[in-house]
């Protein structure tokens, strides 16, 4: 017994002297850890004997940087000390959502375009670049002008196919726009010839030209569209299916508007059937089945959800080849809903007429001063939908367990 308590003291002895041989003969200085990683710093402190505690702040730094430290780079330290270093918790994203206004509520427009004709706005007899009385055509000139003032006013494409689908991909503090084509015509996408490589060259001057001139500018606008076309596809029988096949590989969609571009709310079911189904099956051998699920409806008809037709555009059969149809787009006046909103339906969207009315009568000028106050204004995550503490209550119900409001 006696052995052992002498053997304690001297282990203890030992160790103390180790402990201040330690700080008396190299005395150990503080380094820079400010802007590094916090494992840096405990690591230095920790193999060094120095006591320290972290404090955790919102940061705009990455989360686990250092921002401070209580002692400073060259300081002399001894066991008596505490480094207090602190430590960012990363950026407050409820502070940054509320500065920035997030609305994952907030509406989304669905434009709607038909033809894009290679002429400049003083060529029309109309006002704005408008090429017809209604304004359903629009110059070459004016559809530059609409895509610089969408990206500029921070609005970034999405595919019409993941609007309807509830998917929502735009960064922090961007609104998503969805552009359509109705018709199919050919200056949506004229093609000249063929390249050396056997590739299709469209006319910078046609509607996909210019989009691919944005596409190249502003690769963060994200440029996309979906064309709803007829039985004569692009109109140049020659290309048409080069066409189809250039739109999928590069990033646009094909829906359908019917085989003849028909007003399916005066024909009976049977017809209905034949127009959308014979389409489906055009497109189907088409885009190897590529295209998407969604009708535009001709003349905007039926306007009603209920008419009696719907449900044969919808669902149905066509000579034993079966065809759904997740969503029909209208020939509306406005933006429609964000997909997480209670009264959000996707089978019935609504598109803003692009055209030019002085900022009257839901033109583009109308339709987006109207949005500067109700806008999607995206999170940057898919987590959570982000929404003010207001507009909580008008939330779908299959979204309520993900949503986070400020
Ligand atoms: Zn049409």
Redesign the pocket.
């Known amino acids: 017994m006696l052995i052992g308590d002498n053997m304690k003291r001297f282990v203890f002895v030992i160790v103390i002297f180790v402990a201040l041989s330690f700080f008396y003969d190299s005395p150990v200085h503080m380094k820079d850890f400010v802007g590094q990683n916090y494992i840096l710093a405990k690591e230095f402190l920790y193999e060094n004997n120095i006591k320290y505690e972290v404090t955790y702040v919102y940061d705009e730094s990455i989360e686990g940087t250092i921002i401070s430290q209580s002692v400073i780079e060259g300081e002399k330290l001894d066991a008596n000390d505490v480094v207090i270093i602190e430590v960012s918790n990363g950026e407050d994203m409820i502070e940054k959502y509320k500065k920035i206004g997030v609305n994952e509520l907030g509406r989304i427009p669905v434009m709607m375009y038909?033809g894009i004709y290679d002429m400049s706005d003083d060529e029309t007899d109309y006002l704005g670049g408008n090429v017809d009385s209604h304004g359903y055509h629009r110059t070459v000139e004016s559809f530059k002008k609409d895509l610089n003032f969408f990206y500029s006013n921070g609005y970034r494409m999405i595919r019409l196919d993941d609007y309807v689908n509830f998917n929502i991909d735009v960064e922090l503090g961007k609104s998503p726009i969805i552009l359509t084509f109705?018709?199919g015509l050919k200056n949506n996408v004229n093609v000249l010839g063929y390249d050396d490589d056997g590739e299709i060259i469209i006319d910078p001057n046609s509607a996909v030209g210019v989009m691919e001139s944005f596409k190249e500018k502003y690769p963060d606008f994200n440029v996309t569209a979906t064309f709803?076309i007829n039985q004569p596809i692009f109109n140049q029988s020659k290309y048409n299916d080069d066409i189809i096949k250039w739109l999928l590989n590069n990033g646009y969609d094909i829906g359908n508007?019917t085989y003849s571009?028909a007003n399916l709310a005066s024909i009976n079911g049977d017809e209905v059937i034949y127009e959308i189904g014979r389409m489906y099956k055009l497109l189907d051998d088409m885009t190897n089945g590529k295209n998407v699920n969604i009708v535009?409806l001709?003349?905007g008809s039926p306007t009603s959800r209920e008419h009696e037709n719907f449900e044969y555009i919808l669902k149905g059969e066509y000579n034993g080849y079966e065809y759904t149809t997740s969503s029909t787009l209208r020939v509306g006046w406005e933006s429609d809903l964000s997909p997480f909103h209670k009264n959000f339906d996707n089978s019935f969207v609504k598109r803003i007429r692009a055209y030019d009315n002085d900022g009257l009568d839901f033109d583009i000028e109308h339709n987006f001063k109207i949005l500067e106050k109700s806008k999607y204004v995206s999170s940057g995550q898919n987590d959570f939908i982000v929404v003010p503490n207001n507009l909580k209550g008008s939330i779908s119900k299959d979204f309520v367990d993900k949503v986070l409001t400020y």
Do not use: E, L, V
């Open positions: 038909h109705d018709d709803f508007h571009h535009s001709p003349f």
